[in-house]
């Protein structure tokens, strides 16, 4: 396999700001895997939510649930699903709290209640349909990720109360909830061990509070223009605005291409 490889957060990343994929990301990727630059992505979504882009980039590697289920070509290299003790315990609460849940593992998302605004809103800016009703879809399989639906502050009860799972705002109203410790950096850790790389040969490009870890952890950490802060802070070289081609300018302002 070749010496270098390149992880891409997706929205705000591979994304625009309108979830589409520009004409100069597609030519980067292109470009980059002519070259013998092996791409992958690592994103906080599930895997069904990502196929399609994957099939439009060639991508077939990835890391999905901000780490907690990883792919090397094709095949499962690593599963870290949530404990299914406390993530019942969990839903109890938000039960109580009146704060809906989203199941979720590698094949689809299930909600716990119909017709919630939050739910809607939320999954809309990813530009998904509301899922279908089975408050009980965890009970019997390994999830993955869930998604708790709570305004500010409110999450903070469920860290205290429920210490077994790390809290993720991507959304003023939904929360991704994983395993303690879990991050895409544990994910890449993963992926390269079994492809058998070395990590100053990674490279990561990403915007979000999600991608702080894996920024930190590779060998080359890029921030896209847009990103908040606190990734620009930690990154080797902060690039432009997703919108103003960012992504393919990174790749040469690294050294990925020449």
């Not at 705002?169 to 895409?184: E, F, N, Q």
């Amino acid at each position: 396999m070749t010496k270098k490889l390149a992880f891409f957060d997706i929205d705000g990343t591979l994304l625009d700001h309108n979830k589409n994929l520009p004409t100069s990301t597609l030519e980067t990727i292109n470009k980059l895997q002519k070259e013998g630059v092996y791409c992958a992505i690592a994103t906080g979504r599930a895997p069904f939510m990502h196929e399609a882009i994957r099939d439009q980039l060639g991508i077939d590697s990835f890391i999905s649930f901000n780490g907690q289920y990883v792919v090397l070509e094709g095949t499962p290299v690593y599963k870290n699903p949530l404990n299914h003790e406390e993530l019942d315990s969990l839903y109890e609460k938000a039960i109580s709290n009146n704060h809906p849940v989203v199941f979720m593992n590698e094949e689809t998302m299930k909600a716990t209640r119909p017709a919630s605004g939050r739910i809607k809103k939320a999954l809309e800016s990813l530009h998904f349909d509301y899922p279908s009703v089975d408050e009980k879809y965890h009970e019997k399989r390994e999830m993955y990720q869930s998604l708790l639906f709570c305004e500010g502050d409110e999450i903070d009860s469920y860290r205290e109360s429920h210490k077994a799972f790390d809290y993720i705002r991507w959304h003023r109203y939904s929360c991704d909830i994983i395993p303690r410790g879990g991050s895409k950096a544990e994910g890449i850790r993963k992926l390269i061990e079994a492809a058998d790389i070395d990590m100053k040969d990674v490279y990561a490009f990403g915007d979000g509070l999600n991608d702080i870890e894996m920024i930190q952890e590779v060998g080359t950490g890029v921030a896209m223009g847009n990103a908040v802060p606190e990734v620009k802070a930690v990154s080797d070289y902060v690039t432009t605005d997703v919108a103003e081609g960012g992504l393919a300018r990174a790749v040469y302002e690294v050294g990925l291409l020449k």
